[in-house]
């Protein structure tokens, strides 16, 4: 599949796309509303699980060099089933997490300029509309959308900090847990989903041009997305923005209204539309080329492997698309809160994140950095399994759907492999 390649700014835009995204909208107040100031440990907790996470899987990214990205790592560990397992659940995930998404973006733009419920889901149904034009034109469209798409979130996540700082309080940080020590870890599952985003990467790493540029743009990314997530949340807390609707909705508003007054609600409302266009771009690269990946190797239908002359996978983005769409209309006839809506598709990522992190285990076991690495991230991802319990049903029902499929395509699979290996053959005489 021809594309262009992504350079090492391109490659630290488009990963700090893919973490720093809509989580910095809504979470500091959610997670802060769970646990009250400890909350703050679960966002320490998932920035230093980022370091070896991250380390592991780009190793392997790198080693495989493979868009199938986190399925084609679990298929190298444990083997064919497991690794369309965790593909379905990435495609799952993107299918049914953007709509969320873009609800996020519209809702930070309509609570200031008063929109209807109505006129919320209108504007997030065309807002998706963005991210499919941007990546049916290209990866190097979609990367040069992204470095803006990054640098404008950067300079108003930095204002809102800087604004923000006199505004804290000491005794804003007492008690600190007011919930309990559980309390934290329920937070942490939230949390999770801020930092969703890693695994994507690895479907990313064959379009660089450098494969050296891929380690040095991922540890920038990790840097920048770690203080970002670390002084919002202090912030958030110190200046009390949450524990009301609004607070907790959108506190990026409430901050900067402290600050600059009330017209940075419609500022703001408009750079969270940016930050939510710059994830769904990204993530959609991303999920893309993997459902093209499992096409092409009989795990998804063949349908979806069908490239452009641009070397996009055209069919696997309008896919999601539609999933979208859908997934917007359950949540507004079934009048179904974003909060709620998150749950399906964050349970997926932890899911993905254990199986990932087992297999980087396996995969990295004579390397002694990686190992530990991988050991690490692989209890930490596994300590946050029973607090997503209440959302099991999505994992699930995507491994019955994907299981069916497999029992039911076997004989197509077979014929890929047959023709893989006569292709071998062939290169091997050559």
Known sequence: MKSAKLSYLQGVAMFVGLVLGTGVLILPGHAANIAGPASLVSWLALCLLSVPLVYALVRLAIRYNDFGGVATIVRQAFGRTPGALIGWFYFVWV???????????????????????DAVYLFALGFT?????????????????????????????VATIVFAVPHVEGAAFE??????????????????????????????VPEFRRPRDVMRATWTALVIVAVVYLALAFVTIGTRTYGTTKGNDAPLTVLMNKSLGVSAGV?????????????????????????????????????????SRRGVPYRSTIFFFVTTVGTLAVGYFGEIDVNKMILGPVTLGIFIYVFVTLACVKLLWTDPVGRWASIIAAVCCLIVVPFSAQALLAPILVSAACLLYLRLTRSRRAALDAEAEREVAVTTSA
């Open 129 to 157: 509309v963005i991210p499919v034009v941007l990546n049916l034109g290209g990866l190097k469209v979609s990367g040069n959308a992204s470095l803006v798409f990054s640098a404008v979130v950067l300079v108003m996540l």
């Open 175 to 204: 008690p600190f847990a007011p919930h309990g020590v559980p309390a934290i870890g329920s937070a942490a599952v939230l949390v999770f989903w801020a930092f969703l985003g890693w695994e994507s990467l690895t479907s990313l």
């Open 267 to 307: 500022i703001t409302g408009v750079v969270a539309c940016i930050v939510v266009a710059g994830v769904v771009n990204v993530y959609l690269a991303s999920a893309a080329r993997l459902g093209y990946a499992l096409a092409s190797e009989g795990t998804m239908p063949a349908w979806l492997g069908a490239v």
């Open 95 to 117: 299918a049914i997490g953007w709509a969320p998404v873009s609800l996020t973006g519209a809702g930070y733009l309509g609570a200031p300029l008063g929109w209807s419920r």
